[in-house]
Every structure is written in structure tokens, then in C-alpha cells.
């Protein structure tokens, strides 16, 4: 409640309130009497209460009863000495007020004002200039009226003068607070002491304020000229103040506002305020933080809008808006802003503004002497600044060509900040109109501005000149009028400032003024204490170096080093020019090693910046660095050094397109490689844009620094198992170049040897599961040596035989290219092979699958291979990549062995043998024909083969029609033919030759007869297939049949009774002639429905599967040819060929059934997984051939091997037809 | 320190939600506040963001209440507008005109960049008399409940710090700079004149 209440009375009336309050509750009293009460109470009370009391009484004695003023005048001035600062400001106020009431006491207070100015709150010194700024007015009023002045108001007037010069002088205060407030004084004092004009944009309320227009140039003591020099030189003081650099942002902006302000009350100075605002413009003082320049731009941006509204403005509009233009407004919105008496000027937008100042100048030329029409002369200083920019700019102008603007630019680039100043950065606006005159024009005008702050242009020296003339004539015209006062005024102020300090003093003083000094004095000297005086004036101090000057704090001794480096560093260019980088270079070097942290920082960063242009002064602070480390032995840290290597590297790897080598100079030439920095060169191979360089780098170190070249080595050989493939086969390249060299050897295999050891020992450690990844990456460098030294192969061995299955897959399928790469004449693989590691079959049995895939075996080879067959490892596999190379009696003795492997083994085999392999070469080299190969599988010995591998092997021939044509098997079949015994399968080979090759038939009826001789009947198996030929070649057949011995013949009918009356007809058929010929007794047989059993009873079926082989294709052979006429009998068969697929889920189970008793090894089976795995890629393939093959080929020629691939289901199907046929 | 309290006004667009929001706070910590808007109208949001509901600024808060309760309780209750008219008429009968009050303050804050240089264009306009600086400063906040309640305390803090200055003036410069690097925000700053 108190506070609030506290709060209110300074901006309401609410004092009146509390004043009728206590009116009422004391009614009686007289006004006089309360006053008195009230002082009395005040007195005694707190801070707050007082001031209340004290309003009170202000509230009587200025508005209520201004008879009392004078009597209390001296109770309320009492109080300026009280402790409260806020009952010290009340007083001040008081003073206001009364002064204002009654003007005649600014006789007696002014020096108690004088006095609070020296306050020690600067709260009160606010106040003080805040009065001040109105009482200044108050009391010109009050003299100007005065027709005679006294002495004692002269005393008065020259007081409040040397006040004036005091705030002005407050704009150099420490406090940013008090300076806000001169500046609010010096706009108020300009105003005041400068004429009011028409077109002065004047508010209301200070439409009565004096001005100096209204001051009679006649007056006795106060003189028209001293008033208007002082409020020129406020007004440069003030300007001047502006462009101090280190401004603060309120001081700105407030000035900025008083600038406004003044351009509107007095449009005369508008020239002066539009140039201040362009050179701010151009100039943001760089202490700004960011927000405060958006702050102050907006504010400048406000003001000019205000200035543009003018009327006055007009001839500044062009720069006005190109200084909005470039603060972010709009065209439109200018325009809008714009005073509409201009508006034909303003659709030249650009013109008018060169004209209005060409014409200006001209007109400046002309009225040197005379006052403009504006009736007060322009203040000759500012005439001079405006005129230096203005030719500055015209003289600029025409140098503003392209190329030497670009020029500007360049060199200018030099000196650009590192950082963008908030100012630039909040100032900038991109160039909208580049190239155009206007913005040409604007340029030179900013350059001009420039220039001229900084003192230099051709516009400054002609002005200079002309001001000097203009001097000179002043000087002997205004002598007379302007000097006298000013002795005067300054007489006065010395004296009174002597007055002032020695209080209470009377002293005899010459001039008439003097004599009042004292009375003016003496009116605060019954409320002042005596001991306050010297307060006031204690302010003066004897100046003492110690008192001004403070040792620097760390942090200042610090920034200070810091920028005295930083400049030095700046130099760059400028030293360059004049030949003596190398000192700054040493000068640099030498200070910064002598320092800690940030200024390493600063100059690494710097060089970093630049590293080529830079980089002499990099190596010189390298040097001496470790010159440093050096001279400090042997307890010299290398730290430093460390560091200072380490982000020159870092900082050289982590830019990009660094390609000239600068890193590897670095690297090469630097005193000691610490770890820090192996681990950037590191990082540096890493970088696969840059791995090249950089594993060169590395690769010279290793060369050409010996002491520590294994350290270097390391790096190199960790990078041979990178996962990047590039980095990775740099290393190795690299490695490879390294092995060359016989120092190095040793170390870079034994590095390999271990990495490939990792496979076994590390087993334990790594928890997840080895991939074929991780087994690359401990093989990469062994297996890149590998071709290098061959001697290695028998490591791998040692650690294969030890690893997982897993990682044994891995290396069988990493090895392939190396191991091509050493070739079937390395001595090393022949050992290896010769030897084969218990354990290492599968390694082995891979690597001459390797080297025989393209190539034929060599004799070596293959003799190293039988060694081992024949001695060591009975397993028929081994022989298989080398199958080519042995002898044919050797092939055909491990025949029986290699068709009982698996159907895909087998196959290869067959491909081999065959040359069927997708490699050319190899079938020559082969030991047998595919003949003599058929021959050889009907030759083996049922005792070391069952009968359905060999099936199965034949018919894998029979799939190789290429190769298989009908003169092949033409022969085959006469070769087999002309044995004895006959083979089993011989007739199996008959048919399906015929089914291959239909016009084989005359061969096959060839065969037939030739078999009717060697009695083919003999041979059950035989025989049963004779007959199913016979009943597929009808009726070619019937010849041969009738050749047959009769009892052969009804056992022909016996086993197909269909066909007896076809012949039967087929003889009928005959010429009576060649009937004849017939014997009786195939008539009989033929005629006759004999029931003779067998001429020789069925010997036991040895083989009862073969019949079941055999039965197999017979039904379907027969159906096939003879689709229409033989409906029944095919009836079985489709049902079966209409179901392949579970032919196939077959195969694997019986896969596994013939390996099972193979393996000898557990390995082996992966080992043959594996393979299986890359092989039956080809066989899908051809399966997939085949299975396209089959669709427009006869059904026929496909189902012999579907059927050999599924034996069994089908003997189930087939068996009871045939068990009917042969039981019949 | 200054022995009276700030004299603070806090102004936003409407005199609703952020101005409303910290006068809340900082009469509640004993400043001698208060809010007003500059907008020509009162803008409340309505049921599209192209229908707000727009009073005069003589319209008190009650009669917004009613006036919502009206139309659709279950949206302004949703929304948060009638908790924040109900929050808005125990602070104070009706918003207020920043254009229209001619109270003088020590310091203005401003809710964002617009009403920072509407309130910067009135203070400029009016006619200067005691020189009496007033110090404004925006500080800029979403117009949503959540962010009015995170600038209000910013501006309280801000508001704090400013009263236990010795020589606010003096230093309220460095104090900005500070603050604006603590809430990481842009303080525009300027200084105007009664």
C-alpha cells in the first residue's frame, strides 16, 4: 500500500488527495500552521512517510497558499542534505516547482541546484539535469523580460551558465545513466539557443518556451551572438559525441532521438543531423552486441522516418532514402513517409539529390560570407565537414570505375575481420542496384564520409583553406560585438567557481559581479551545515599516477599479450610487402613457444587457416618447439611439441582437398613422430580419398626413420585388415613392396602369421560366431604374401587343420585366387600335396580343384597325387581333379569307386572325363573316350559295384547326347556286342540308343540277329531284353524273330502272346515262295497254340533289380511309339511322369545313403557340402536345361534318367506288370 | 538500489495472455505493474483461425467471459480462453490501451518485435516534457499459454534483476547482454523520453 502510494505521486496528482485528507482531520488549523506541523513531522518520520509530508507541504505552499513559499523556502531546502536519496530528489523538484512559480528565488536556489549537481547519487545528479534542462529556459525568460539587470541576476545568469557548461561537459561521464540525461540537456539547450523558423515543427506545449529568436539583440547582459555560438558548439558537441566508437547503445539511441528532434524543431541543422546519420550508418560503432545494433538501426530507421516527414527534409530526401532503402524499408513505404509537397521531386528519386547538392554548394560558395537565408549563419565547422564530404565525393565519383572498385575490394579482403562484427552483420543488405549510378554516387558519398572522419580527401584540405579565409574576415568584422561578452562570462565563471569552493568566504573582489557572488552564496548558507561544504567541493582530487593506473589483473596482462600477438599475426601482408617475413616468422615462433594454451591455439588455428601460404611459419614453430623439448633435458616434456604436431596433422587431415602434399612434408620432415600423431596418419590412410598419400607418407617413414620404422610398420600392417576395401588393398600393395625388402621380411610375416592364427587362439575369446568376414580379415595379409613366398602355404595347413568348421569353409573359399596364383609347379603345394596334414584333405583336395579347374593337371602333380591316393589317403576324391592326368587302366580301376560318390561328384567326374567342362583343353587330355568310357561301366564287376550306380553313371552318358551320338553308341553297342559274356546291360544300352536315336533300328535289327547266333537266350537278363526290343521294332522285328529256334519263338509268344498273330499274318503276307522257306516248325509255333514250356528252365535271377531296371523303361518304350493303337498298357505310366517332384525331394536323403559309408573324416562331408553347394549351381543349371529340353523332345528320351533317379518308386509301380509278364 | 519500486508496464498485442500472464507474476512479487495492448481491437481466438472474436478495449473481461460462455463453453473451455479471461478479471476489470494511458513508466516491456515498435512509434509521437527516460525492451514471446508462462517468469527474472541494480541506468546495458545470453533470445533495448 505504502509503495504503491510512493510510486503514484510522482506521476499523478495524487498528493492533492492526501493534502485533503489531512485537511480534513486538522480543519481548523491555518495553512501556515500545518506547514509548520508537517515540517515538524517530517523531521522525525521515516524515508517514506517524509516524502509524503514533504509533498504535502510543497502541495500548500507552491499551489496553495505561494505567500508561505517564501518563508518555508529555507525549512524544505534543509532537506537536500538528507540522507535519503529520494528526499534529495524531492528537494530538487522543489526547487523546480518553485522556481517555476516564482522566478525570483532562481536568485537563491541556483547554487543549492549547483550544489545537488555535485551529488554523490547519481540518481540525484539526474534529477538535477532533468530540472535543470527546464529551469535553464525558466531562467533566460526570466532575464530576457528584465529590462535592467542587476547584479545580483547577472551572478545568477552566469552561474546557471557554468552549470550549462557542466552537464555539457557530463557527456563525458562515467556513468552511462548521467550521460543519457546531458545529452536530453544539450538537445533542450540547442533548441533553446537556436531561432525558431517557420517551418520548426514546435510541440504545443513548448509553444511559449523561449528561443533564440526571441532574444532582443539589444539586451544589456545577455548577448544574442554569445547564445548562438554556444548552442552551435553544443550542437558540435553533441555531434561529436555520436561518433565517439566505443558509444554505448542507449547513448545512441537516445542521441539519434535528440538528432530527430532537432532536425524537426530546427530544420536548419537537418543537413548536419541527415550527415550524422549517415556516417553512423556506414560506422555502427563495433562494441555493439548484435541485438543492440538491430536495436539501434531500428531506432535510426524510426528517426529518419520522423526527419522525412518533414517538410524541411527535401532536400534530403535522396540520402534519406537510400539510407531506409538500405535499413530494409520498402520503396513504397518511403514514399508513403514522404512529405507530398515533393512529390514531382520525388519521381527523379536519385536525381534531385546530386542536383539539391550541387546547387547547395554552390550557394555554399556564394554565402561564405553571408548568412543563409535560414537567418542564422551555418555554423562554419559544419559548413566545412558537409562541403569536405560533398567534394570528397565528387572527386571520388569519377575514380569509381569497375576495375579500380574491384581493385578496392582486393586489397581490402586483407583486412577483413575474422569475424563478422555484429554491426556487419545486422547491417548488411544486399546490393540491390550494383553498377547503377545512384549506387556509385552512394559509394563515393560513403567513402567520402570515410575519408573525411579519418581526416584525409581532397574536400577536407580545400575546406580547411576556405575556413581560414572565412576566419580571417569574421575575425575583423565580430571582433568588437563577440569578444566582450565572452571575457565577461568567462571573468564571472572563474570567480564564481572560486565561490563556490570556499564557502562562506567574503572576498573583495574588483568587478561589480563579484560583490553579488557572495549574496548569491550566501542564500544556501543558513541551511547548509558548514561541514557539507567541503563535500560538495571535495569532489576535486590531486591527480595521482597510482590512483588512475591498476596493475593489470591476469586475464587483462593475458588479452593484452593476445592481441599484441594477434596484430603481429595480422601483419601478415603488410610485412611480406617489405621482405622481412622470415623475422616475423622466427619472431612469432620464438614468442608463442614461450607461452601456454591460448595463444598455441591462436597461431596453430591461424596456420591451419592458410597451411600453404603458411606453412614456413608451421615448421618454424615445430622447430622450436622441440628445440624447447630440447633445452630442457632430461626432464623436458614432449607434451607441448606433441600437441603442437598433433593439430597441424588433425588439422591438415580433417580439410578437405589438401592434395599438395603439405602432409607428408609435415610428417617427414617433423623432428619426432609422437603417438598422437601416428594416430592422425593413421587416420589420414583411412581417409579412402586420401589413402594413397598418405600410405606413402607412411611407407617413408618406415624407410626413413629406422629407429622406430616397426612402430610405423604396425600401423601399416593394421591397416592391411581394414574394413574399407580400398584402404585395405592399398596396405596390402604397399605391404607387398615392404616384403621385398629382407629386414622387413621377417616382420611382416610373422604380423601375418599371427593375424591368421587369431583363427584358432582367439576362438576362445570372441564370442560371436566367425563369419566370413572376420576370417578375411586375419587372411588378407597372409594371403596377399602367399604368392610371395610360397613357403607360407604349409602355415595355413598347420592352423587349418586346428580351426572350426566354420572358419575352415572360409578359408577354402578365401584361398582360390592365391593359390591360382602359385600354380601346380610350386614346389611348396607339391610338398604340401605329398605330405597333405592329417586333417587337411579337404584344404588340399581344394587347392587342386583350384589349380586343376582351368589347366590340366601336371605330370608332378598327378604324381604327387596317386603318391598320396596309392599310400596315404585311400579316398577316390583326391583323384578326381587329377582324373585327366592318369593312366586309363587307373581310371577305369577307380571307376567302380567314383560312381558310387554322389550324383553331383559323379557328374563332374563324368564332365571331366567327358570334357563336357565348361573349360576347354581338358578333354583332350582325357585318358579315355567316351566310348571306351560307356564300355568300361558295362565292364565293371557287379562285386565292387551295385547295379544301380552303374545305371545311373550310364545314364549320365546317355545325357551327354553331344557327345553320345549315334556312331558313338553304334559302336559301343558293337563292341559290347561282340563279348562274352554278354554284358548284363547290354540290352538296357540297346533300347535307350534306340529311343535316342530312332534311326538306329536297322543297326539294332543287325544286333538282334547277330545275338540269335551267340544264343542270346542264354542269358536270361539278356534275353528279356531282346524280346521288349523286339516287341518295340515290330514290325521290323518280325524277321528277326522268325530266325529264331522254334522253342525261342513260342517263348517269345509265351512272354507276349499279342504278338504271335502279327507274325502270323506277317508270314501269310509272304510270296507262297518265301512262305516256303518258313520251316514247319515255326508254322507249328506260329500256328499252333503250343503250350511247350521253356526250352531250358529260367535260371535264378541274380540280379532281381536289374529286371526291375530293365522292366523299367520296357512298358514306356512300348507305349510311347505306339500311343493309339496300344491304349492298355501305357496306362501305369503316366501316372507316375506326372509326378517329378517327388523324384527330386529323393535325391537328397539317397545322397546322404551313398556317402555314409565313405566318409572317413567328419570334414570330409563339409568339405563335400561345400562343393556340392558350388557345383550344384552348374547342375541347376543343366537340370533347368534339361528340364527345358525335355518338353519338345519324346518323352521318350527324357525318362530313362528320371526314371534312374528314382529307382525305387518306380519298381514299385513297374514290378507287378513285369512280375505278370515273367511269371507268365 | 532505487528506493521506489519499478514502475513497469508489460504490453502485448491484446492485453490478454502475455501482458495478462506477467502482470500476474510480477504484481504478485510486488512490482507496480501493469499490462495493456497497442492493437486497434481486442482479438480473441475463435472457432477458425479466420473468425477470432474481436472486442473494442472497453469491453471488460467479464463480458468476454459471458460472451464465450455463450457462444461455445465447451471450446473456450477447451482452448484455455475462458481460464485465462477468468485469471484476467480478478487481475483487473478490462485490457488496457498502451496508446491511450499517459502514465508515466521507468520500464516497458514489450511481448514482440510489432508492439515493441508501435509502443516505440507512440512514445516518439507524444510531445516531450520532462525528459524522463523510459527504458523499453522486448522480449520476444509466442502468443500461447505455455510461452506467455515461460516469458512471464523470463520477464520477472529480467524485471528483478533490473530493480536490485544500484544505478539502473548505468547498468542495464550489461544486464541485457547477460540475460540475453542466458535465454539465448534477442533483447531489442531502446530509451525513450516523457
Given amino acids: 500500500m505504502m509503495a504503491s502510494g510512493v510510486g503514484e505521486q510522482a506521476h499523478g496528482s495524487v498528493a492533492s488527495q492526501f493534502y485533503s485528507n489531512e485537511e480534513e482531520t486538522a480543519f481548523d488549523m491555518t495553512t501556515s500552521e500545518k506547514v509548520v506541523e508537517l515540517l515538524n513531522q517530517a523531521a522525525l518520520i521515516s524515508t517514506e512517510e517524509k516524502l509524503i509530508v514533504l509533498k504535502q507541504v510543497q502541495e500548500l505552499i507552491i499551489n496553495k497558499d505561494p505567500s508561505l513559499l517564501d518563508n518555508f523556502l529555507d525549512e524544505i531546502i534543509a532537506f537536500q542534505t538528507d540522507k535519503s536519496i529520494e528526499v534529495r530528489k524531492f528537494v530538487i523538484g522543489f526547487i523546480e516547482e518553485a522556481c517555476k512559480r516564482d522566478n525570483e528565488l532562481l536568485l537563491r536556489l541556483i547554487a543549492n541546484l549547483n550544489m545537488l549537481m555535485r551529488d554523490e547519487s547519481v540518481n540525484v545528479v539526474k534529477k538535477a539535469i532533468l530540472t535543470l534542462t527546464q529551469l535553464y529556459k525558466v531562467a533566460l525568460q526570466w532575464l530576457v523580460r528584465i529590462k535592467s539587470v542587476s547584479d545580483m541576476q547577472e551572478a545568477c545568469w552566469d552561474m546557471m551558465t557554468q552549470i550549462k557548461e557542466d552537464v555539457l561537459a557530463l557527456l563525458d561521464s562515467d556513468n552511462d545513466g548521467v550521460r543519457t540525461h546531458a545529452i536530453k540537456f544539450t538537445e533542450s539547450l540547442i533548441i533553446t539557443l537556436s531561432p525558431r523558423t517557420p517551418d520548426s515543427d514546435t510541440p504545443k506545449k513548448q509553444e511559449g518556451d523561449i528561443s533564440l529568436d526571441k532574444i532582443p539583440k539589444d539586451h544589456t547582459y545577455i548577448r544574442y551572438d554569445t547564445l548562438c555560438e554556444e548552442g552551435k558548439s553544443a550542437l558540435e558537441q553533441l555531434l561529436k559525441f555520436m561518433v565517439h566508437p566505443a558509444i554505448s547503445s542507449i547513448n545512441l539511441t537516445t542521441a539519434l532521438g535528440s538528432l530527430a528532434t532537432l532536425a524537426r524543431q530546427r530544420p536548419m541543422f537537418m543537413s548536419e543531423v541527415v550527415q550524422a546519420y549517415e556516417t553512423l550508418h556506414a560506422n555502427l560503432p563495433p562494441t555493439l552486441a548484435k541485438s543492440q545494433v538491430s536495436s539501434v538501426r531500428k531506432n535510426l530507421k524510426l528517426h529518419l522516418v520522423s526527419v522525412l516527414k518533414h517538410p524541411s527534409s527535401v532536400d534530403f530526401q535522396g540520402q534519406i532514402s537510400t539510407l531506409l532503402l538500405d535499413l530494409g524499408m520498402s520503396q513504397s513505404e518511403i514514399t508513403r513517409c514522404t512529405p507530398a509537397t515533393v512529390q514531382p521531386r520525388k519521381r527523379l528519386h536519385h536525381e534531385p539529390y546530386v542536383e539539391g547538392k550541387r546547387i547547395k554548394m554552390a550557394e555554399d560558395d556564394e554565402d561564405k560570407e553571408e548568412p543563409a537565408p535560414v537567418v542564422t549563419p551555418k555554423p562554419s565547422s559544419s559548413v566545412g565537414t558537409q562541403s569536405a564530404i560533398d567534394l570528397t565525393a565528387e572527386f571520388l565519383l569519377p575514380l569509381l570505375t569497375p576495375d579500380n572498385v574491384a581493385n578496392l575490394v582486393l586489397i581490402s579482403m586483407v583486412y577483413l575481420p575474422e569475424v563478422m562484427p555484429a554491426s556487419f552483420q545486422a547491417t548488411y543488405t544486399p546490393v540491390e542496384s550494383a553498377g547503377t549510378d545512384a549506387q556509385i554516387k552512394h559509394l563515393a558519398r560513403l567513402m567520402a564520409t570515410q575519408m573525411t572522419g579519418a581526416g584525409l580527401g581532397p574536400g577536407l584540405e580545400l575546406c580547411k583553406a576556405r575556413d581560414e579565409e572565412v576566419k580571417e574576415e569574421d575575425g575583423g568584422a565580430g571582433e568588437s560585438s563577440s569578444k566582450d561578452p565572452l571575457i565577461i562570462r568567462k571573468l564571472s565563471a572563474v570567480s564564481l567557481g572560486q565561490a563556490i569552493s570556499v564557502v562562506g568566504a567574503p572576498a573583495a573582489y574588483k568587478s561589480p559581479i563579484t560583490e553579488e557572488a557572495p549574496q548569491i552564496k550566501k542564500l544556501p548558507e543558513p541551511i547548509l551545515p558548514t561541514s557539507q561544504a567541503p563535500g560538495a567541493s571535495g569532489r576535486k582530487k590531486v591527480f595521482k599516477l597510482a590512483d588512475v593506473v591498476q596493475p593489470f589483473s591476469e586475464a587483462q596482462i593475458e588479452k593484452l599479450s593476445n592481441m599484441a600477438i594477434k596484430r603481429i599475426l595480422l601483419s601478415e601482408k603488410v610485412i611480406a610487402q617489405s621482405g622481412m617475413s622470415h623475422v616475423r616468422v622466427k619472431l612469432l615462433a620464438r614468442l608463442v613457444t614461450q607461452f601456454e594454451g591460448g595463444k598455441k591455439n591462436d597461431l596453430l588455428q591461424f596456420i591451419l587457416e592458410d597451411m600453404r601460404g603458411r606453412s614456413e611459419l608451421a615448421f618454424s614453430l615445430l622447430y622450436h618447439e622441440y628445440n624447447e623439448y630440447l633445452s630442457q633435458q632430461p626432464s623436458g616434456s614432449l607434451d607441448s611439441y606433441e600437441h603442437c604436431l598433433y593439430t597441424l596433422l588433425s588439422g591438415l587431415q580433417e580439410k578437405p582437398e589438401q592434395r599438395d602434399g603439405l602432409f607428408t612434408k609435415l610428417v617427414l620432415e617433423a623432428p619426432v613422430i609422437t603417438d598422437s600423431a601416428l594416430e592422425v596418419i593413421q587416420r589420414y590412410c583411412e581417409d579412402e580419398s586420401r589413402v594413397y598419400l598418405g600410405m606413402s607418407t607412411l611407407k617413408e617413414l618406415i624407410l626413413k626413420r629406422p629407429s622406430r620404422q616397426y612402430q610405423y610398420l604396425n600401423v601399416l600392417l593394421n591397416l592391411s585388415s581394414h574394413e574399407k576395401e580400398k584402404v585395405r588393398s592399398t596396405a596390402l600393395s604397399f605391404i607387398k613392396r615392404m616384403y621385398e625388402k629382407e629386414h622387413l621380411k621377417d616382420c611382416i610375416e610373422k604380423f601375418a602369421l599371427t593375424y591368421m592364427q587369431f583363427m584358432v587362439y582367439v576362438l576362445i575369446f570372441v564370442a560371436s560366431p566367425w563369419t566370413e568376414e572376420t576370417v578375411r580379415q586375419c587372411l588378407y595379409l597372409y594371403l596377399s604374401l602367399l604368392p610371395l613366398n610360397h613357403r607360407l602355404v604349409h602355415e595355413l595347413a598347420a592352423v587349418y587343420t586346428e580351426a572350426i568348421a566354420d572358419i575352415k569353409r572360409s578359408v577354402l573359399r578365401v584361398i582360390e585366387q592365391p593359390i591360382r596364383g602359385m600354380g601346380m609347379s610350386s614346389p611348396d603345394l607339391l610338398l604340401l600335396v605329398e605330405n597333405c596334414p592329417k586333417g587337411a584333405e579337404t584344404l588340399v583336395t581344394r587347392c587342386l580343384h583350384i589349380l586343376t579347374d582351368k589347366v590340366p593337371p601336371s605330370p608332378e602333380l598327378v604324381e604327387r597325387v596317386r603318391d598320396l591316393y596309392h599310400k596315404r589317403v585311400p579316398d577316390v576324391r583326391f583323384l578326381i581333379p587329377v582324373i585327366n592326368g592318369l593312366e586309363k587302366n587307373e581310371v577305369i580301376q577307380a571307376l567302380p569307386k567314383l560312381i558310387k560318390l554322389n550324383p553331383i561328384v559323379v557328374k563332374e567326374v563324368f564332365n571331366r572325363l567327358l570334357g563336357t567342362q565348361h573349360s576347354e583343353g581338358s578333354s583332350s587330355m582325357s585318358p579315355l573316350t567316351p566310348g571306351e568310357l560307356l564300355i568300361a561301366l558295362h565292364n565293371i564287376d557287379s562285386s565292387k559295384c551295385d547295379m544301380k550306380s552303374i545305371i545311373k553313371a550310364t545314364n549320365l552318358c546317355f545325357g551327354e547326347k553331344n557327345v553320345y551320338t549315334s556312331e558313338v553308341l553304334a559302336v559301343v553297342m558293337q563292341q559290347l556286342m561282340e563279348q562274352t559274356p554278354l554284358p548284363i546291360l547290354l540290352m538296357r544300352t540297346v533300347i535307350q540308343s534306340l529311343t535316342m536315336y530312332p534311326r538306329l533300328a536297322g543297326f539294332v535289327m543287325n544286333i538282334l540277329a547277330r545275338l540269335i547266333l551267340k544264343q542270346v537266350w542264354k542269358y536270361p537278363k539278356v534275353w528279356e531284353g531282346f524280346v521288349k526290343c523286339c516287341q518295340r521294332t515290330k514290325p521290323q522285328s518280325y524277321n528277326v524273330l522268325l530266325q529264331l529256334p522254334p522253342p525261342q519263338l513260342a517263348s517269345v509268344f509265351e512272354r507276349c502272346p499279342e504278338m504271335r498273330e502279327p507274325l502270323l499274318q506277317h508270314v501269310h503276307s509272304f510270296t507262297p515262295h518265301q512262305q516256303a522257306h518258313i520251316p514247319a516248325s515255326i508254322m507249328a509255333v506260329l500256328e499252333a497254340n503250343s503250350r511247350k514250356p521253356e526250352p531250358e528252365p529260367q535260371p535264378e535271377l541274380h540280379h532281381p533289380e536289374i529286371i526291375e531296371e530293365r522292366e523299367v523303361p520296357v512298358p514306356k518304350h512300348i507305349s510311347m511309339p505306339a500311343p493309339v493303337s496300344q491304349a492298355e498298357p501305357p496306362a501305369p505310366t503316366p501316372v507316375e511322369f506326372t509326378e517329378p517332384p517327388p523324384a527330386q525331394q529323393q535325391q537328397i536323403p539317397r545322397r546322404e545313403e551313398v556317402e555314409e559309408p565313405m566318409e572317413p573324416v567328419q570334414e570330409l562331408t563339409n568339405d563335400f557340402n561345400l562343393q556340392q553347394v558350388e557345383v550344384t549351381e552348374e547342375a541347376s543349371q543343366s537340370n533347368s536345361i534339361s528340364e527345358k529340353t525335355d518338353e519338345p523332345m519324346e518323352e521318350s528320351a527324357a525318362r530313362p534318367v528320371d526314371v534312374a533317379d528314382q529307382p525305387k518308386e518306380e519298381s514299385e509301380d513297374v514290378l507287378p506288370e513285369a512280375g505278370e509278364s515273367s511269371v507268365d | ?194
Avoid at chain 2, 128 to 139: K, R
Fill in chain 2, 1 to 194: 538500489m532505487p528506493a521506489h519500486p519499478l514502475r513497469v508496464a508489460v504490453v502485448c498485442s491484446s492485453n490478454q495472455n502475455r501482458s495478462m500472464e506477467a502482470h500476474n507474476i510480477l504484481s504478485k512479487r510486488g512490482f507496480d505493474v501493469r499490462s495493456f495492448g497497442t492493437g486497434t481491437h481486442v482479438k480473441l481466438p475463435g472457432p477458425a483461425p479466420d473468425k477470432p472474436n474481436i472486442y473494442d478495449f472497453k469491453t471488460t473481461y467479464e463480458q468476454m467471459y459471458n460472451d464465450l460462455v455463450r457462444k461455445d463453453k465447451e471450446l473456450y473451455t477447451q482452448n484455455g480462453i475462458l481460464h485465462m479471461l477468468d485469471r484476467n478479471k480478478r487481475i483487473k476489470t478490462q485490457p488496457e490501451r498502451f496508446q491511450s494511458c499517459k502514465e508515466q513508466f521507468d520500464l516497458v516491456i514489450t511481448c514482440e518485435e510489432r508492439v515493441y515498435d508501435q509502443v516505440l512509434e507512440d512514445l516518439n509521437s507524444r510531445e516531450q516534457e520532462t525528459f524522463q527516460p523510459v527504458h523499453v525492451i522486448n522480449v520476444d514471446i509466442q502468443d500461447n499459454h505455455e510461452e506467455a508462462t515461460l516469458g512471464a517468469f523470463l520477464i520477472c527474472e529480467l524485471c528483478q534483476c533490473i530493480q536490485h541494480t544500484d544505478d539502473m541506468e548505468n547498468e542495464m546495458d550489461e544486464l541485457l547482454q547477460e540475460f540475453e545470453e542466458k535465454s539465448h533470445r534477442p533483447f531489442l533495448h531502446t530509451v525513450c523520453f516523457y
